[in-house]
Nanobody, 126 residues
Framework: QVQLVESGGGLVQAGGSLRLSCAAS????????MGWFRQAPGKEREFVAS????????YYADSVKGRFTISKDNAKNTVYLQMNSLEPADTAVYYC???????????????????WGQGTQVTVSS
């Protein structure tokens, strides 16, 4: 059973940066594709970014492309989300997710993920 713990959220002004971390335990991150999702108040959870098992392939939602970077350190069993040029629209609870399925290299669908963290709040003020 994989457990995921996010950290690094907080309050930042528009234009600022944050780096989220997701530490995995109970499994080896190199055997999981991992992703970041977010959920704003009153909205559905949405895909942000995903990274393949090896870390060599990434995929981003159009809304964050060019501003966010997902990366993975398999030696530390940790995935990161570097968020730059933050906007008020990025305000949400951010969730880390992992899947052992090899069907899709960089999954974007919530349904493809087996394990979820508890979430970390990111608030961007204008």
């Amino acid at each position: 059973q994989v457990q995921l713990v996010e950290s690094g959220g907080g309050l930042v002004q528009a234009g600022g940066s944050l780096r989220l971390s997701c530490a995995a335990s109970g499994g080896t991150s190199s055997t999981y594709a991992m992703g970041w999702f977010r959920q704003a108040p009153g909205k559905e959870r949405e895909f942000v970014a995903s990274i393949s098992r090896s870390g060599g392939t990434t995929y981003y939602a159009d809304s964050v492309k060019g501003r966010f970077t997902i990366s993975k350190d398999n030696a530390k069993n940790t995935v990161y989300l570097q968020m730059n040029s933050l906007e008020p629209a990025d305000t949400a609870v951010y969730y880390c997710a992992a899947t052992s399925s090899s069907t899709v290299l960089v999954p974007t669908s919530i349904r493809r993920y087996d394990y979820w963290g508890q979430g970390t709040q990111v608030t961007v003020s204008s």
